[in-house]
Nanobody
Framework: QVQLVESGGGLVQAGGSLKLSCVAS?????????MGWYRQAPGKQRELVAAITSGGSTNYADSVKGRFTISRDNAKNTVYLQMNSLKPEDTAVYYC??????????????WGQGTQVTVSS
């Protein structure tokens, strides 16, 4: 019923910037309560990077505060992650997540397929 599609990943040098986008689509979407970004590096657990509610409240991992900015366009069901001053430790697969109420289904978490971000030294 729901599909999340990420874009914007790639290869960048340390100190550079990337902007990730994620669009949620589905005919039965009633509301999206929150959207966020997670990442997972090889050998590590998936971790929350940033999240934003429908009202605009944000939450960031300590490791990215001051460097990353999350935003959303509610009319387009889209969330963005602007990543500045990138470091090699930011290298990971980044996943979009959304908490969505779907008609006839209820509230559930949905995930995108992931997009690779690689930061070279």
């Amino acid at each position: 019923q729901v599909q999340l599609v990420e874009s914007g990943g790639g290869l960048v040098q340390a100190g550079g910037s990337l902007k990730l986008s994620c669009v949620a689509s589905g005919r039965s979407i009633f509301s999206i309560n929150a959207m966020g970004w997670y990442r997972q590096a090889p050998g590590k657990q998936r971790e929350l990077v940033a999240a934003i509610t429908s009202g605009g409240s944000t939450n960031y991992a300590d490791s990215v505060k001051g460097r990353f900015t999350i935003s959303r366009d509610n009319a387009k069901n889209t969330v963005y992650l602007q990543m500045n001053s990138l470091k090699p430790e930011d290298t990971a697969v980044y996943y979009c997540n959304a908490v969505i109420y779907v008609v006839r289904v209820g509230v559930d978490d949905y995930w995108g397929q992931g997009t690779q971000v690689t930061v070279s030294s």
